[in-house]
């Protein structure tokens, strides 16, 4: 009798634009996985419930996206040790014995702009834009990477302030509201809040981009998104969406996480498989900058079995 193939999914609103079912059906070919990938809307406010019946129905695990990574740390039953700082998950994993969360997001930032695009932050200054479930995953690696400053600007300026102090130990960060921006200049700047979603940026002084500077934009869509274009229109050097962040890394989707850390794998031989699957996925021609890369920020396997505080 034919077995069911293997069942996950990426939730989120909107979800229309994911490349996600995509990009796994090809690691499925890739990798002989019997597995099917869809997208699902979710309703405002319905996030838990739909999470509950995928998994119910039999569904192995689960890329989250905007903006529900603040309800799936809350979803999790254990969290590995940087989803938990970050408070926001974006990859859930349905186990027997609970519900494991992690934030791959982080690294899959720092893999596309340090691996595939060639960029330095260290001494850069740095403006993240928004103070969301996003903004939350990139803060810890971004600031590892010792940047001059990191400034978190949103909307509601309390909430920027109150992630500044979340990471203030891990360097130099501060937060503020648009408006505090007139007169400073950054050198990347990183749009994390979902406002390209319905082709509106957030309000930038004219002059906030330095010479030079680069822009990104974690979201991506068929077409170039609206924070890309405006990096065009602002000098940016280099404007990039996120498609090369797709999944969060890569290894760091659902499948591969599920494969990697089942039965009795050790996390050493998860690290390689996430290896071989970013290269393979993602066109990732230099293996020993990966692997570089993944071990510098093993600690996503340390602890995914971490029961929440």
Not at 38 to 61: M, Q, S, T
Not at 150 to 173: C, H, P, Q
Not at 284 to 297: F, I, Q, S, V
Request: charged residues 20%.
């Amino acid at each position: 009798m034919t077995t069911r193939p293997d069942q996950y999914a990426v939730m989120g609103n909107p979800i229309a634009h994911s490349k996600s079912p995509r990009i796994h059906a090809l690691f499925a070919a890739q990798t002989g996985q019997r597995l099917e990938y869809r997208a699902i809307l979710v309703e405002p406010g319905g996030f838990a419930a739909a999470a509950r019946a995928f998994r119910d129905a039999g569904g192995k695990g689960l890329n989250v996206t905007v903006p529900f990574k603040q309800d799936a740390w809350v979803f999790a039953d254990l969290l590995s040790v940087r989803a938990e700082r970050a408070g926001a998950v974006n990859t859930l994993i349905f186990e027997p014995g609970g519900v494991r969360g992690d934030n791959t997001d982080g690294p899959g930032l720092m893999r596309d702009l340090t691996v595939n695009h060639g960029y330095r932050l260290a001494g850069q200054r740095v403006l993240l834009l928004g103070a969301g479930g996003a903004a939350r995953g990139v803060l810890q690696p971004l600031l590892m990477e010792k940047p001059a400053q990191l400034v978190i600007a949103n909307r509601t300026a309390s909430k920027a302030l109150e992630l500044a102090l979340r990471f203030g130990d891990l360097g130099r960060v501060s937060g503020c509201g648009f408006a505090e921006l007139a007169g400073r200049q950054f050198d990347l700047i990183i749009n994390a809040t979902s406002a390209g979603l319905e082709n509106v940026v957030p309000p930038l002084p004219d002059d906030v981009l330095a010479a030079d500077g680069w822009c990104y934009d974690l979201t991506y869509g068929s077409e170039p998104t609206v924070f890309v274009r405006w990096g065009r229109e602002h000098g940016a050097a280099r404007s990039l969406d996120g498609l090369g962040n797709a999944g969060g890394a890569g290894g760091g989707s659902v499948p591969a996480v599920a494969r990697n850390l089942a039965g009795d794998r050790t996390r050493d031989r998860g690290l390689a498989g996430w290896v071989r699957f970013s290269w393979l996925a993602y066109g990732m021609n230099n293996r020993a900058a990966a692997a570089g890369l993944l071990a510098k920020y093993r600690c996503r396997y340390e602890a995914v079995s971490r029961p929440r505080r």
